[in-house]
């Protein structure tokens, strides 16, 4: 059999182009704006993508949650694993919207909008995509 291989490339220009498109779709069905978001939740690929998605948002890095200096790419477990080091640095408080993307295997995506409800009361789904 052949190798498995990834075009890196190719993945990277569906990824920065899907991602935006996605997350605002999903915000214009929850009614809100970019700007209306506290984070942005991103599946944990590589910065390089972090970045240009932000970049097209034209949102500051400063409200992108990033894990990949200690976690990498662990695929679907990134955005998850993402959240739970942001909660722990305390950088995520009940209340705030949270803006979730994430791109995989076959290049499948999707879109979330949710307010984080923190331990006890739990979230409210503003949209998902």
């Keep these: 059999g052949r190798p498995m291989v990834m075009a890196g490339r190719d993945v990277y220009v569906f990824a920065t182009r899907k991602v935006p498109e996605v997350l605002e779709a999903a915000l214009a069905d929850a009614q809100l704006t970019v700007q209306d978001v506290d984070w942005f939740l991103l599946h944990q690929a590589n910065v390089r993508i972090l970045e240009s998605v932000a970049s097209r948002l034209g949102v500051d890095m400063a409200k992108v949650l990033v894990d990949l200096d200690e976690s990498g790419n662990t695929s679907a477990a990134s955005i998850p ?28 995506w999707g879109a979330a909008i949710f307010r984080w409800g923190g331990a006890e009361g739990g979230g409210d789904a503003v949209r998902a995509s």
Aim: aromatic content about 4%; hydrophobic content about 50%; proline content about 4%.
């Design 81 to 108: 694993l993402a959240l739970d080091a942001a909660l722990s640095r305390g950088q995520v408080k009940p209340g705030q919207v949270i803006a979730c993307a994430g791109f995989g295997a076959g290049l499948s």
